[in-house]
């Protein structure tokens, strides 16, 4: 077999055998099928799609590129949530202990933030002391000590994907769903959780920007999971405002401590709770506690202690700040008609929340706190928002992120609702 017939078949619209993807994965990730290749055969598939056998066999062929986690041994069920990302997006960090408190184990492997999205590991980084770097021994104990164990993926875990995925963010082939959803569930399904809840988000904010983009990536992806005998559920959730009221790494930890002290903003606890509900329902706890009396009566705070306790940092640390504030203003009395979530993604990573390359640092006190969201009541010149950052040098570009973004009129605009619908397997 050679690379060039394999991308000759996917350019001409044909389909790619078993033993053609089987081949090229192992070859891409044993070097002999060079990256100029594999981003001609990225492109062809991104351009003319991969059925669900290819779609199955693609993910199947990543997993076994590497090794693949077992927990079987554990006396009680594992669960897994994944979000293919958003604006303010800090729902892992109340969820992994709200799930561990009502009676599952929750080993999930997390990421770094690229772009304007933020990414979990960024946001525990903020906390002093607290290390994503875990061996497959220290991952088991921190699960067995404190129930929930967030993250980094080692080296050992689909490294095709790894691969690939690195190379899809040069050449322009990230957006493409069999790619997207290969990626997603090589990594879920070699983590080894028993079952799996995808928060496919939609909106501005998110990869995918409409209702029914986002539905054909959640039912690829419900389908790959089940298939791969891990019960997976997906919930389409809103992206076109932002979550909660605080954006970046140590402002979304101080909200999600709010949330597990029986506070915080209603759309962060609500999707908690749901997200909650699903995971315990897919790993079949039930009935055990619910999850917003866990959130209630301390016993998920005290999970979240454990977790973070275990992996070396200190819950009770006084997190970062940025050294510098800007506060903008409502420019009129009336209601919050708009908030746009890429806007303010994009304005927080300006501030330094995010990256522009995977080595660069991020700073950890950087972002916005809102203090109005969609259909709030506003008075001419209240604060809006308040941009966080090290340096009064970064402001200038954040406000023209947010030039536009945002509107004060006599009533709301249409939104998303936050949980727009739920796909499970046919
Ligand atoms: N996240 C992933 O892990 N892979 C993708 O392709 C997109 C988002």
Redesign the pocket.
């Given at each position: 077999m050679d690379a060039i017939e394999v991308i000759r078949a996917k350019r001409d619209r044909g389909e790619l055998s078993t033993a053609q993807i089987d081949w090229v994965i192992d070859a891409y990730t044993g070097g002999a099928v060079a990256d100029e290749q594999m981003s001609a055969l990225a492109m062809a598939i991104l351009l003319n799609g991969m059925n669900r056998r290819e779609i199955a066999d693609w993910t199947q062929a990543m997993i076994r590129s590497g090794e693949r986690m077992d927990w079987s041994l554990l006396d009680r069920p594992t669960a897994d949530k994944h979000s293919?990302?958003g604006v303010g997006d800090k729902i892992t960090l109340p969820l992994a202990p709200v799930v561990a408190a009502c009676g599952a184990y929750v080993p999930q492997l997390s990421?770094r933030g690229l772009g304007h999205t933020g990414g979990t590991l960024d946001k525990l980084e903020s906390i002093p002391g607290w290390r994503a770097s875990l061996s497959n021994d220290e991952m088991l104990g921190v699960l067995r000590a404190a129930g929930a164990v967030v993250c980094a993926a080692g080296s050992g875990l689909a490294p095709a994907?790894k691969k690939l995925?690195a190379l899809?963010d040069v050449t322009g082939t990230?957006e493409s769903i069999p790619?997207?959803a290969s990626?997603?569930m090589s990594?879920k399904i070699a983590e080894g959780t028993g079952s799996l809840v995808l928060d496919v988000k939609v909106g501005s904010g998110a990869?995918m920007k409409t209702v029914p983009a986002a539905r054909e990536l959640a039912e690829t992806m419900v389908a790959l999971g089940t298939d791969a005998g891990v019960r997976t559920v997906a919930l389409l959730t809103a992206m076109d405002r932002p979550l909660g009221r605080a954006v970046g790494n140590a402002l979304e930890v101080e909200e999600s401590v709010e949330v597990l002290s029986g506070g915080g903003p209603a759309d962060v606890v609500e999707l908690t709770v749901r997200l909650a509900r699903e995971m315990l329902a897919a790993a079949g706890v039930s009935p055990g506690k619910d999850p917003a009396k866990a959130l209630e009566d301390g016993s998920a705070m005290d999970a979240w202690r454990r977790m973070i306790s275990a992996q070396g940092g200190d819950p009770d640390a006084v997190l970062p700040r940025a050294a510098e504030t800007l506060t903008v203003q409502a420019p009129s009395s009336g209601v919050l008609a708009r908030l746009d979530a890429y806007a303010v993604g994009l304005a927080a990573w300006r501030l330094g929340a995010g990256r522009a390359r995977k080595e660069d640092p991020v700073s950890f006190g950087a972002g916005i706190v809102l203090h109005a969201k969609p259909g709030d009541l506003v008075r001419d010149g209240q604060p809006l928002m308040t941009l966080h950052a090290d340096e009064t040098s970064r402001f200038d570009r954040a406000l023209e992120a947010l030039e536009g973004a945002y509107a004060v009129g006599p009533a709301a605009e249409e939104h998303l609702p936050l949980v727009i619908d739920r796909v499970t397997a046919p």
């Open positions: 293919t990302g990421g994907d995925y899809r990230v790619l997207i990626s997603i990594k990869f």
